[in-house]
């Protein structure tokens, strides 16, 4: 059983455009997470989520936009898209809010390349 | 700020050999993590260790953690070829509650 599920997982498109990547756990968590990680593996928390609530909102593009429908799902659209979103996403759930205190299960990954 | 580093970026070894990775950080913290991660995949948890904890293990891996000297290791013993994968440290920061990841050590087992 997949945990925390991530679609799709790659993601080829232009600049200019507007995509979408989904994510959903079936863990039970209440607080979920979008990170970015560059060419370099360098791994950076974009947003997270608890119960459909942001909380976590760091220094991140207004064309950059999560959705949290239920807390089960959280999902990312990106406007305008740009050369420098090139780059591997990945979609994460913990138990509690509280980054540090409990594991991140982590998707597999959206690689977004954009052209 | 990129609060964990570890060293070696990048470590070969070969089967049956122990690997040894270390992380640096600046600022106090309430716990560290340890996680792997395969290519093309997403991150795995390892270990938690609390910074309160001197010492953890989990099957062939021991963490350590010296917070007088803000580091930890993470010792692979007998390594196999399945162990081949990034290995990163996460810290969270007492301020923000933000988990930052440092870039990794790139473990390469060779059978």
């Known amino acids: 059983d997949t945990a925390v599920s991530q679609t799709p997982k790659y993601l080829v498109t232009q600049m200019g455009n507007d995509k979408s990547i989904k994510c959903e756990q079936n863990?039970?968590?209440?607080?979920m997470y979008w990170y970015k990680q560059d060419s370099k593996k360098f791994l950076k928390i974009m947003f997270s989520?608890?119960?459909?609530?942001?909380?976590i909102n760091e220094t991140v593009p207004n064309r950059f936009s999560p959705k949290s429908p239920d807390k089960a799902h959280l999902n990312l659209h990106i406007n305008s898209l740009e050369l420098g979103d090139s780059a591997v996403y990945f979609c994460?759930?913990?138990?509690?809010?509280?980054?540090?205190?409990?594991?991140?299960?982590f998707g597999n990954g959206t690689r977004l390349t954009v052209t | 700020s990129q609060q964990g580093e570890e060293d070696p970026q990048a470590l070969s070894i070969q089967e049956g050999e122990n690997a040894t990775m270390n992380c640096s950080y600046k600022t106090s913290i309430n716990n560290l993590q340890w996680y792997r991660q395969n290519s093309g995949r997403g991150l795995v948890h390892l270990i938690l260790i609390r910074s309160n904890e001197r010492e953890k293990h989990s099957g062939r891996l021991r963490v350590t953690l010296d917070t007088s000297k803000k580091s930890s290791s993470l010792l692979i013993t007998a390594s196999r070829a399945a162990d081949t994968a990034s290995y990163f440290c996460a810290t969270d920061e007492n301020q923000g509650g933000k988990l930052i990841f440092g870039q990794g050590t790139e473990l390469s087992v060779k059978p």
């Open positions: 994460a759930s913990s138990q509690v809010p509280i980054q540090g205190q409990s594991p991140l299960h």
């Open positions: 863990l039970g968590h209440d607080t």
């Open positions: 989520y608890n119960n459909k609530e942001l909380i």
